[in-house]
Every structure is written in structure tokens, then in C-alpha cells.
């Protein structure tokens, strides 16, 4: 079975920049999340999908951050303009939605973004 | 609010045991365990739900104590391949499948 992708694995931009992630979920997956894990911390959530609605986009700096799921499968995170303190590696996951309690979260490798 | 882990770093001789905590200051539905490699995703170990039992599998098991909103993974028998950062990631109660993690626990295993 296939993980969940993302792409590009590396991204190095200049502030005031604009940049954008993708992500494709493990197949049947109706959850996706978007996290950001600064060097040395642990994740944290940015935005939760269940299908292609938000549940959860309490931690989103959304002046600068938007993401979008249209077809409830993959899922766009981008960054406009960014700040230096948006270096990070932004992971995405997804989990089978509905097993509240034992719902397992899998992630991708993540992107590694870097502004100078 | 993050859960709080402990310690913060460990270094073992293969062969040793670990124990690793993670607390809450608010009533937790469920624990959800990861360790991450250095540049790697983290990878799921196992899940603790409120009322359950403990897990466990190989030689990695975990516990979780509702009294004390707290859960301890037990590392027996270390390995070098346990190496790396073990994150708790917390679920509250009427928060469905939203994970908030914690402040990470370092682990190097040692020859």
C-alpha cells in the first residue's frame, strides 16, 4: 500500500516569497492534516480535513497561510508572503477518519522549507 | 495546552531500559505514541485509549494511568535501532482524531 506523498522535499525561497505544498493521502483516508514541526519541537497541527471540509484550522496563520482539499483527496498548503520563522518541515498525514480514539495518523516525509 | 514529556534527552547502552513519560493537564481520550529518525517523518508505535489496556509489541509497550492523565512507554532491552526522537501525541476528550504532541524525548542507544 502506498504512504502518503508530498511534494517537493525540499524548498529554500527568499522572505516575502510565495511557495506551495502538496500532498496526496493514503488511499480511502477521508482525514488529512497539515502540520509544522520547527527544528527540535514536536509537530503541530496547522489545518484538519475530514473529506474536502476543515474541522480544525485553529493554529493557521491565515494571513499568510491557506490550504485547500477540493476533490477530498490531495491537498494544497502555501505560504504568502513567508517570514523567516516559517522555516520548518511541513509533514502531512492522513487517517481513516471515523475511529475516534484508535484513528492512526500516518505521515509523509515531509517538505523542508527554508527562508532566507 | 502540549503535553509535558520526560526526560527531555536519554542515552542507553543496548541492552538497558527506558522509560519515557508523557503528562497532561487536561483529561485525555487517548495517547498516541511516534518515533521519528533525524530527517524522517515520524512512524506510528501504538495507541493507548482511556479505559484500555496496556500495548505493547516486541519489546516496546506503553501504559496509560487515567488518574494521573499520564502514559510512560517502556523500551526493554534497547536496541540500536530504537535510536531517535519518541513523541506522545494527546487526544482530548470531544476532540476527535486531533493529536497534539508533545515536547519530544531524545534517545540514543549506545554499543
Known amino acids: 500500500e502506498a504512504g502518503v506523498a508530498q511534494s517537493p522535499r525540499y524548498k529554500i525561497i527568499e522572505k516575502r516569497q510565495s511557495v506551495a505544498f502538496w500532498c496526496n493521502p493514503i488511499?480511502?483516508?477521508?482525514?488529512l492534516y497539515w502540520y509544522q514541526q520547527i527544528l527540535g519541537q514536536g509537530p503541530k497541527l496547522l489545518i484538519q480535513?475530514?473529506?474536502?471540509?476543515?474541522?480544525?484550522d485553529s493554529q493557521l496563520p491565515k494571513d499568510r497561510f491557506s490550504a485547500e482539499r477540493l476533490k477530498g483527496v490531495d491537498s494544497t498548503l502555501k505560504i504568502q508572503p513567508a517570514k523567516l520563522e516559517d522555516s520548518a518541515v511541513y509533514l502531512c498525514?492522513?487517517?481513516?477518519?471515523?475511529?475516534?480514539?484508535?484513528?492512526?495518523?500516518?505521515f509523509g516525509p515531509g517538505t523542508r522549507l527554508t527562508v532566507l | 495546552q502540549q503535553p509535558v514529556q520526560s526526560p527531555q534527552a536519554v542515552i542507553l547502552r543496548e541492552g538497558e531500559d527506558a522509560v519515557i513519560n508523557c503528562s497532561s493537564s487536561?483529561?485525555?481520550?487517548?495517547v498516541h505514541w511516534y518515533r521519528q529518525k533525524h530527517g524522517e517523518a515520524p512512524v506510528f508505535l501504538m495507541i493507548?485509549?482511556?479505559?484500555?489496556e496496556q500495548k505493547g509489541h516486541d519489546k516496546i509497550s506503553a501504559s496509560f494511568n487515567e488518574k494521573k492523565q499520564q502514559s510512560s512507554l517502556y523500551l526493554t532491552a534497547s536496541q540500536l535501532s530504537y535510536s531517535g526522537t519518541y513523541f506522545c501525541?494527546?487526544?482530548?476528550?470531544?476532540?476527535?482524531?486531533?493529536?497534539?504532541f508533545g515536547t519530544g524525548t531524545r534517545l540514543q542507544v549506545t554499543l
Open positions: 493507548l485509549l482511556k479505559g484500555g
Open positions: 487536561k483529561a485525555l481520550y487517548s
Open positions: 498525514a492522513s487517517s481513516l477518519g471515523w475511529l475516534a480514539g484508535a484513528d492512526t495518523q500516518y
Open positions: 501525541g494527546t487526544e482530548y476528550t470531544g476532540t476527535a482524531s486531533k493529536l497534539t
Open positions: 488511499s480511502g483516508h477521508a482525514t
Open positions: 480535513f475530514q473529506n474536502n471540509g476543515v474541522v480544525d
